[in-house]
C-alpha cells in the first residue's frame, strides 16, 4: 500500500503509521491503472487537449500546462521529479527544514525556495487560484473528497481514477498518472528507471545483504510497532537483499504491537529500529538500549542492530516513497545497514 499523505517531518510524518503505515512500499510499478483515455495515452508526445478519468468525472487539459500547483507533498515531488518547479504547495515542513533530496531537486531546477501556503486547516483555495495555475496535481493526497469540488473551478484536477485508489496506487502509478497530463510520460519512464537502478546498483555493491534476515521496529507513542509484518509489501530493504524473520507471518497492519516482555520477537539476523516520536514516544531510544531483555538479544549482543535515523527524514522517506526519495534513501541507508551487516 502506499499511503499519499500531507507529510509532515519527523514524528508527524510516521504518526499515522500504527495501523496503516505505508512502509517499505510502492518501489515496484505496476502498469494498468485505467486513469486515461483517448488522447491521454499519447500525452507524452505533446499532444493537447488530454482527457482523465477521475473518481469524481473527467478532467480536461487543453493545452500543456505550464504553471502547476500542487495539494500534497507527494504532489510536489512528483512536480519536481518530472522537472516542473509548482507556483505554489503546501508548507508540509511547517516551517522546518525542506528533506535535503527535496531541496536537491529544487536547486537543480534553479529554484531556492518554493512558494508556499499554510495547510494547517487543510488546503488553501483562495492562494492556489492567486496563482492562476493551469492545472493543479492532487493525485498523493486523501483529502480530495472535501477538495475537487472546490478546486476544480480554479484549474482542471489531476487526480485518481477511483475514491479507493487514494490509499492504494503506488509512487509510480501516481507518477504516470500526472505525467499524462503534464504530457511528460516519458520523462516518468525516465524517473522510474532512474529510481529503480539506483537500488539494484546499491543491490549489487553490496551482496552482503543478499539473505539477511531482518526486523523493522518503528516506536510510537502507544507501542513498539513490528513493521515488517507478512502483509506488508516489499520495499526498499527488500530491494537491497533483505528477507522478512519468518515471525514476521505472525504480525499484521492490525496486530502488530511488541510488548516490553516479548522484546525477544525482535530477534533476527538484523535488527533496526527508528524513534521518530523521541521523548513522547512508548520510551525513548536511551530506555529501550538499555533494557535488560533487549540488551540480551543476540542481535543486539553482535552489534547486527542499528537505528534508522528520523532527524534527517529518512525514517519518513522510507515510510513513504515517492518520485524523488529512492537515490537518496539509498545513499543514507546502505551505510547504516552495512555496518549493522558487518556487525560494528
Known amino acids: 500500500m502506499s499511503l499519499p499523505v500531507r507529510r509532515r517531518p519527523l514524528a508527524a510524518a510516521l504518526l499515522a503509521s500504527a495501523t496503516c ?30 482527457s482523465l478519468t477521475n473518481a469524481w468525472g473527467r478532467t480536461e487539459v487543453k493545452e500543456k500546462p ?15 521529479a518530472l522537472g516542473v518547479v509548482p507556483v505554489i504547495t503546501p508548507d508540509v515542513e511547517d516551517g522546518d527544514k525542506v528533506a535535503e533530496y527535496k531541496q536537491r531537486a529544487i536547486e537543480k531546477l534553479g529554484g531556492k525556495k518554493l512558494t508556499t501556503y499554510d495547510d494547517t ?21 486523501w483529502d480530495m473528497e472535501a477538495d475537487y469540488a472546490k478546486l476544480s473551478p480554479i484549474a ?66 502507544e ?62 531510544a536511551s530506555e529501550l538500549e538499555s533494557n535488560k531483555l533487549f540488551q540480551s538479544l543476540d542481535v543486539v549482543k553482535k552489534k547486527h542492530f542499528a537505528v534508522v535515523p528520523s532527524e534527517n527524514t529518512l525514517a519518513s522517506a522510507i515510510a513513504y516513497p515517492d518520485a524523488l526519495s529512492a537515490p537518496w534513501v539509498v545513499e543514507n541507508l546502505t551505510p547504516i545497514l552495512a555496518k549493522a551487516v558487518a556487525g560494528k
Open 66 to 80: 505550464v504553471r502547476v500547483a500542487t495539494v500534497s507533498d507527494g504532489d510536489t515531488a512528483i512536480a519536481l
Open 121 to 141: 486547516d487543510g488546503t488553501d483555495y483562495e492562494a492556489i487560484a492567486a496563482e492562476e495555475p493551469d492545472v493543479i496535481l492532487g493525485v498523493n493526497t
Open 21 to 50: 503505515l505505508g512502509l517499505l512500499t510502492g518501489c515496484g510499478f505496476t502498469s494498468g491503472t485505467g486513469s486515461s483515455e483517448g488522447k491521454a495515452a499519447t500525452a507524452g508526445d505533446g499532444s493537447f487537449p488530454v
Open 223 to 284: 507501542q513498539i510497532t513490528y513493521m515488517s509484518h507478512a502483509d506488508q509489501d516489499p520495499g526498499v530493504f527488500e530491494q537491497l537483499g533483505l528477507v522478512k524473520h519468518p515471525r514476521s507471518k505472525n504480525y499484521s497492519a492490525d496486530k502488530n504491537g511488541v510488548s516490553l516482555e516479548n522484546l525477544d520477537e525482535l530477534e533476527s539476523d538484523l535488527l533496526l529500529m527508528t524513534y521518530p516520536f523521541g521523548d513522547e514516544g512508548l520510551l525513548s
Open 156 to 221: 482542471p484536477v489531476v487526480t485518481f481514477g477511483d475514491k479507493k485508489e487514494s490509499d492504494t496506487l503506488t509512487w509510480q502509478e501516481r507518477l504516470r498518472t500526472a505525467s499524462e497530463a503534464l504530457g511528460l510520460t516519458a520523462k516518468a519512464d525516465a524517473v522510474i528507471a532512474a529510481n529503480e537502478k539506483a537500488l539494484k546498483d546499491a543491490a549489487a555493491a553490496h551482496p552482503e545483504f543478499k539473505g539477511k534476515v531482518y526486523t523493522y521496529s518503528v516506536v510510537h507513542p
